[in-house]
């Protein structure tokens, strides 16, 4: 093997133009919490929703039911997930941090109103719901590290 092939390692070629398809963290966190709102969604919200998240939620449920909330989270979830699994795709990629944040901003949002008015304890869920939510806009804006042929080398 040529020295230009050993630069080729741990890349696709497609339509002439070399793609890393190496580990990536924002592609994984994508899949990691994508999993895990499609689980909460089907599990913690449609299937058997927790007393405190139906008070909390008391706001939003007046108009949305809580069936549809869930779905709301597995689809976002699913978005994610689907993101995170195409490579080189930072649109579809922002979407899918975009539906990552939407849901647990509304939650955020809906914990904070009850809190404020009729739900007390609701302040927590409020705080981690919205800390969550900036949490993932802070990742989408972060680049993944260069790959490693690639990294300056401290000696």
Do not use: E, H
């Not at 230009?4 to 339509?15: D, E, K, N, T, V």
């Not at 890393?20 to 999993?35: D, Q």
């Not at 139906?54 to 709301?72: A, D, E, F, K, N």
């Amino acid at each position: 093997m040529g020295g230009s092939a050993y630069a080729a390692l741990g890349r696709l070629m497609l339509g002439g133009i070399a793609r890393p398809t190496g580990f990536s963290r924002r592609r994984a966190f994508l899949i990691t919490v994508g999993l895990g709102w499609a689980g909460y969604g089907w599990w913690g919200v449609i299937s058997d929703p927790r007393y405190g998240t139906s008070r909390g939620l008391s706001g939003i449920t007046q108009w949305v039911p809580m069936g549809v909330l869930g779905w709301v989270w597995v689809m976002a979830g699913l978005l994610a997930l689907v993101a995170g699994l195409l490579v080189n795709c930072p649109r579809v990629q922002a979407a899918g941090f975009a539906g990552l944040a939407t849901p647990a901003a509304l939650w955020g949002t809906a914990f904070l109103v009850s809190a404020v008015t009729s739900y007390p304890s609701g302040a927590g869920s409020a705080c981690g719901w919205l800390s969550f939510a900036l949490a993932v806009l802070w990742v989408s804006g972060m680049d993944d590290p260069p790959p490693p042929y690639l990294r300056k080398r401290v000696s």
